[in-house]
């Protein structure tokens, strides 16, 4: 087991003990937790938004910043009332299994393949970007950490028949956070695949550009979900259920679509 995926684990069953206990302690009681992935959190979305709710209600939002994976993992043991996570596949299966109430499409945006400054060759698909690195052996690195980015990652190889499973010397799964596997590839001139709202509010990118970008495969999706109350008889579903509807509402949709970093827009809002 690599340091990386030890730490990831110790880093989940803190959380999940300090959730234990949260919902104990809080439970009904003006506050709520949302298992979010780390993009809507590090980005400072969620800070924006949940500051401007907490006015309005005075209804506290705790967020709990994990992979998509992750984030799923701790809703079905019914630790959080609310999930706000980008894979569509799992979040339906999600659904399906009864964890969660419903799912609501929020907002999108979409995924970037990032390379260094020297590719300048044009990117007429994905596809044929990934055969490349592949073929030449060109550093890839990957989240691996079961994150929506790192799903959508394994669907794309998956689209020239490539496994991740298999051991290569050029593909490095190093189970970090987007913004540490986006510096592991700075230091390594190296690819990866990342969210723009990501990559645009990283700084330490002097190495590395976009060097795929605007195709269909890229597009990236966020839904918001109700956990099932029947998880935990603890759940503060009343107040989970007043965040769904304004997060959903035409004030969180000004706040979302103004939402910007280094003046770019980082999410665009599509319930509907």
């Not at 020239?160 to 298999?166: A, F, G, L, Q, Y």
């Not at 010397?169 to 990342?194: C, D, E, F, H």
């Amino acid at each position: 087991m690599s340091k990386y995926v030890l730490n990831n684990i110790i880093i989940l069953l803190i959380f999940i003990i300090f959730l234990f206990f949260n919902n104990k302690i809080y439970a009904n009681d003006g506050l709520i937790t949302i298992a979010s992935t780390t993009s809507t959190h590090d980005t400072g979305l969620l800070r924006t938004l949940n500051k401007i709710f907490y006015d309005n209600y005075k209804i506290k939002v705790n967020v709990i910043s994990l992979g998509t994976g992750q984030a799923i993992r701790i809703a079905k043991d019914g630790n959080v009332e609310i999930l706000l996570v980008h894979h569509t596949p799992s979040e339906l299966a999600f659904i399906n299994q009864g964890y969660g109430k419903f799912r609501y499409d929020l907002m999108y945006n979409d995924f970037v393949l990032i390379g260094p400054k020297s590719d300048n060759n044009e990117c007429n698909s994905i596809e044929e970007k990934l055969l490349e690195i592949k073929n030449k052996k060109l550093y890839f690195i990957s989240r691996g950490d079961d994150s929506g980015t790192h799903k959508k990652e394994k669907e794309l190889w998956n689209l020239v028949n490539i496994n991740t499973n298999i051991q290569f010397n050029w593909y490095l799964s190093v189970g970090q956070s987007m913004g540490q596997t986006l510096l592991i590839a700075n230091n390594k001139n190296a690819y990866t695949l990342s969210d723009r709202s990501t990559w645009i509010s990283f700084n330490s990118k002097n190495n590395l550009k976009i060097v795929c970008e605007n195709l269909p495969p890229l597009f990236n999706q966020y839904g918001v979900i109700l956990v099932n109350e029947n998880l935990n008889p603890n759940l503060n579903i009343k107040d989970a259920k007043i965040y769904i509807d304004w997060l959903i509402s035409d004030e969180a949709k000004e706040l979302i679509n103004n939402f910007k970093k280094n003046g770019k827009q980082l999410f665009f809002f599509n319930h509907h």
